[in-house]
């Protein structure tokens, strides 16, 4: 009961004092205000983005352009702590070897079209829904230039195709098809690509990430059409990394790091 | 940018979190929280940011959902509060 | 009531519902009993402050920040997805129609209700034809769109985290709950 009284406190307290702030915030909606347009004598960088990022990039969405190039560092170390936070989970929860002797909740793995007939329609749906998944997040990824999109939300559908399967039938068929050691590849790949678009642009004489040098290694005419493709390249590696970890974390959760059977 | 639209959809977010942490069946609680992801990303999707509502829309009420039922499975399905 | 409508409710509600929405996440984080009620006050903070970032780049009247480049010729030609050339520019030009399409007849319906009631801004649809200089006032800003895809994501990786821990607490303790916990350790007969 205390906690909940000192809760109460501290939040009508602090929730009071943000309240008070909001009538200071500029108005929902203005597009003046200082973070749209900056003050006068400092325009703010989103200005610079919307009005000059097509000619530098020629990539028109302007979301990606910036979260690939302008901010690519940011979007690197993210895709870092999204495969930390995979090995993280892994580190608490998988057990290794037959130490448990609780017995597994489904003791057979039998098909759903012959014998247990409680999972017909959702496991034949998913057989028929999954390809056309797979093909959309695919479709997500190469687009992210053109239409909303990109390396994360192709990658998550990539990986949420992986545990329809695994919630469908069991999820050792889903593991079947994307082994434990598999996904930790992918996963360390998906980095090493981002870093190594990286690294050439360095090894070819510009800064980390300087995807203007990559020039002469992908035979584009102009540093901006070659900014374009190595955006496309980067996401390609996040694509990857995300859908790795996100069937690890859904396949360590289920299990509770038995990674024998689940939900 | 509707200002109705706007209005309906954030009353109905506090309403959707506020349930979504009193019920006391923690399976109901994940299905709320659900809801609350897909009605802000149709908030953002109606102001204009449409790569914050894909991805709210696949990882915030997708993945986010599912992690939480699985956890819920493999632990209690009820709560004390 | 269209004066109080304009001056308070249309600038401020945003952020009012955004300032409630975290509070509630954060009286759920220190009050609530439960290991994952508590997880989710914690996701409902996280989005709570993604709703104040985003609502800071909105502009009235103002349209996606996805460029239309239906000017820029030289585009369809040099396909960076595909080898064919010709599928991706018919794909390219189908997806731009379809974009603009729905943009203009989103904008002939808003200012067929912006005469009615006068809540609206008035949208033009020029901003998203010409893609060699568009007009910073007329799309709205990519920047916390940006900076919240990554918190987003972020977000789901350490509630994963967080759920691994909260597994690993109840087969240690037997219970999620946190005052059944807290006497479990105070009795002292867990190892480790």
């Known amino acids: 009961m205390l906690s909940k009284v000192f809760a109460t406190i501290a939040v009508v307290i602090t929730g009071g004092i943000l309240l008070y702030g909001v009538s200071d915030f500029p108005g ?34 302007l979301v990606t352009s910036v979260l690939a190039d302008y901010r690519g560092y940011d979007t690197l170390f993210e895709t870092v702590v999204i495969f930390a936070a995979g090995m993280a989970i892994f580190a608490i929860l998988r057990v290794v070897g037959d130490q448990s002797v609780e017995q597994p909740r489904r003791t057979s793995e039998s098909s759903f079209t012959d014998g247990d007939h409680s999972r017909i329609i959702v496991g034949t749906t998913c057989r028929l829904v999954v390809p056309v998944i797979q093909l959309f997040a695919l479709y997500v990824v190469a687009h992210g230039h053109h239409s909303p999109g990109g390396g994360f939300q192709g990658g998550v559908i990539l990986g949420a195709s992986f545990i329809i399967i695994a919630l469908a039938e069991h999820l050792n068929a889903a593991l079947r098809r994307f082994s434990e050691r598999s996904y930790v590849v992918i996963a360390s790949i998906g980095i090493l690509i981002y870093a190594a678009f990286g690294v050439f642009a360095q090894l070819l004489g510009g800064n980390f990430l300087d995807y203007g040098f990559l020039e002469p290694i992908l035979f584009t005419d102009g540093p901006e059409m070659a900014r374009s493709h190595s955006m496309l390249g980067v996401e390609i590696g996040v694509a990857f990394t995300v859908t790795a970890i996100m069937f690890a974390i859904y396949a360590n959760l289920s299990s509770r790091g038995l990674l024998r059977d689940g939900l | 940018m509707i200002l109705a639209f706007d209005i309906v959809l954030l009353v109905f977010l506090v309403i959707a979190a506020i349930i979504s942490l009193s019920v006391k069946d923690l399976l109901s609680s994940a299905m709320i929280y659900g809801i609350y992801g897909f009605l802000i990303c149709l908030l953002w999707a109606e102001m204009g940011a449409v790569d ?17 039922i699985a956890t819920i499975f493999n632990t209690r399905r009820r709560s004390s509060d | 009531m269209s004066e109080f409508i304009d001056n308070t409710l249309q600038p401020y509600f945003n952020f009012w519902i955004y300032v409630i929405l975290m509070m509630i996440g954060l009286w759920a984080l220190i009050a609530k009993n439960n290991l994952i009620k508590k997880l989710i006050g914690l996701s409902i903070f996280q989005t709570a402050i993604i709703l104040f970032y985003v609502s800071l780049g909105v502009k009235e009247g103002a349209t996606i920040p996805i460029l239309d480049h239906h000017g820029d010729h030289g585009h369809g030609a040099e396909t960076e997805h595909h080898p064919e050339a010709g599928h991706e520019a018919a794909a390219d030009h189908h997806g731009e129609n379809g974009e603009t399409s729905h943009a203009e007849e989103a904008g002939s319906h808003a200012e067929s209700q912006g005469e009615g009631d006068g809540l609206k801004g008035e949208y033009t649809p020029e901003a998203h034809i010409d893609s060699t200089s568009p007009d910073p006032d007329k799309i709205a800003n990519p920047l916390p769109h940006v900076l919240m895809l990554t918190a987003i994501v972020v977000g789901v990786a350490t509630l994963g985290v967080a759920l691994a821990i909260s597994q690993m607490i109840f087969k240690e303790f037997g219970s999620l709950e946190e005052d059944e916990i807290l006497e479990e350790l105070k009795s002292g007969n867990v190892d480790g």
Not at chain 1, 38 to 56: K, L, M, N, R
Not at chain 2, 52 to 68: H, K, P, Q
């Open chain 1, 28 to 61: 929902f909606g203005d597009p003046h205000s200082p973070p749209n347009a900056g003050v006068p004598g400092s325009p703010s960088v989103s200005q610079y983005f919307i009005t000059e990022s097509y000619a530098d990039t020629k990539v028109p969405n």
């Open chain 2, 52 to 68: 914050v509502a894909f991805t709210e829309a696949s990882v915030g009420a997708g993945i986010s959902t599912v992690l939480f």
